[in-house]
T-cell receptor, first 113, second 111 residues
């Protein structure tokens, strides 16, 4: 089955700096890669996603890159703000099989003012 | 926020008792999912549904059953709760075969 590894498990940055979270996956059948942000006591919220036919996607301060050959994808947050502090999860799945979503173990991001 | 509610939000029960968690959506999405979240394990898929009365197993389905009699409701049942099922349970929905929106979660403690 699919195996998703996420690094680092914790990340602390100063406000205004950039943050990068990396994930690797094992199943070449995976073609959908979402990222979720989870604030304390809440459910995960989809913040950006990328499909395997695209190498990079950007949405304001958030970007995701995908390297299919190396089987890794990354989340980049620029100009970090204290409200970006949360747990971030990556996931990988084949878009034609709803039952095969595999999540990383999460990264706790702390943005210090 | 997507229209997903979960009930109850918190529950304490005893080992061996049956427990049913409810997920309700107002988005009319075809796909609904149940995940559990545990420290050190991230989110793991328990069961999912791709339509009324159509369900399938996920990664950690043992000890759980589901039912979907209406598009908007997806029930998760623990037939005989065990301490290993203490967890936070999240419902999620998606228009296609991709988990998009999560509910607020249910904290379950099995004593």
């Amino acid at each position: 089955g699919e195996n998703v590894e996420q690094h680092p498990s914790t990340l602390s940055v100063q406000e205004g700096d950039s943050a990068v979270i990396k994930c690797t996956y094992s199943d070449s059948a995976s073609n959908y890669f979402p990222w979720y942000k989870q604030e304390l006591g809440k459910g995960p919220q989809l913040i950006i996603d990328i499909r395997s036919n695209v190498g990079e996607k950007k949405d304001q301060r958030i970007a995701v890159t995908l390297n299919k050959t190396a089987k890794h994808f990354s989340l980049h947050i620029t100009e970090t703000q204290p409200e970006d502090s949360a747990v971030y999860f990556c996931a990988a799945s084949p878009s034609t099989n709803a039952g095969k979503s595999t999540f990383g173990d999460g990264t706790t991001l702390t943005v210090k003012p | 926020d997507a229209g997903i509610t979960q009930s109850p939000r918190h529950k304490v029960t005893e080992t061996g008792t049956p427990v049913t968690l409810r997920c309700h959506q107002t988005e009319n999405h075809r796909y609904m999912y149940w995940y559990r979240q545990d420290p050190g394990h991230g989110l793991r898929l328990i069961h999912y549904s791709y339509g009324v009365k159509d369900t399938d197993k996920g990664e950690v389905s043992d000890g759980y059953s589901v039912s979907r009699s209406k598009t908007e409701d997806f029930l998760l049942t623990l037939e005989s709760a065990t301490s290993s099922q203490t967890s936070v349970y999240f419902c999620a929905i998606g228009a296609g075969q991709e988990t998009q929106y999560f509910g607020p979660g249910t904290r379950l403690l099995v004593l």
